[in-house]
């Protein structure tokens, strides 16, 4: 009987999954060819080495997020809600390619690159969101770098402990945490004296 035949796009699929449970440090080609119950071989003629595969991977995470932001938008117009959505789905489905990608981007120069664009276009996002909701350039600013320093506590707080953190729990407390933010009163003179403050501090 012959051997199964596989796609590019299987070995894509089967390399997420491997990378979900053991980091993208710890992928391996034989455990990825056992998984698809196939030999090695069939990976060299997809891929030209573990390296183009990592970067297959890479592109397949950014992407879902992309389709996931496309989704949203079309159900509801509203962009808390749309925040709240996008979040929900992040720490649902995401979580473990998020914190995959965010204890390799120290050693892996190509992965940190592609991390950092990532966590941009999600700074661009939910800034752009609270700016439609109507808060002040400053304040989008600060405030959309406080939900994405608290997505990535919540990344690894998920990883480390999904017992405290996972299902109705989380989403939430996502959805408290994404409202309280973006709602609450923003204390602009207080931030502006403090900011003068800082600059009289630097003459």
């Keep these: 009987m012959s ?11 089967a390399a997420v999954e491997d990378v979900q449970e053991v980091g993208l ?6 455990r990825l060819a ?17 390296d183009e595969l990592i970067g297959a991977v890479v592109k397949r995470w950014i992407g879902l997020g992309d389709e996931e932001y496309d989704r949203v938008i079309a ?3 509203d962009p808390l809600e749309q925040m709240q959505m996008v979040a929900r789905w992040q720490f ?27 966590r941009d276009q999600g700074f661009a996002y939910v800034y752009s969101q609270l700016r439609d909701m109507g808060v002040s350039p400053d304040s989008a600013r600060l405030r959309a770098e406080i939900l994405v320093l608290c997505g ?18 989380l989403s939430s407390f996502t959805d ?3 409202e309280f933010v973006a709602t609450a009163q923003a204390p602009e003179r207080k931030r502006k004296t ?10």
């Design 3 to 13: 051997a199964p035949l596989t796609s590019r796009e299987d070995w894509i699929e």
């Design 152 to 169: 990535l506590g919540l990344t690894v707080a998920a990883k480390a402990r999904p017992a405290d953190w996972s299902g109705e729990g």
């Design 194 to 203: 403090s900011r003068s403050s800082r600059e009289r501090g630097r003459r």
């Design 75 to 77: 159900e509801t117009d």
């Design 92 to 118: 649902d489905e995401l979580y473990l390619l998020d914190y995959a990608m965010l204890i390799t981007a120290d050693p892996d120069p190509g992965v940190a690159a592609r991390y950092r664009h990532y």
């Design 176 to 178: 408290d945490v994404l």
């Design 34 to 50: 056992t998984r698809l119950g196939v030999s090695r071989i069939g990976f060299y003629q997809r891929f030209k080495n573990r």
């Design 25 to 30: 440090s710890g992928l391996n080609i034989s």
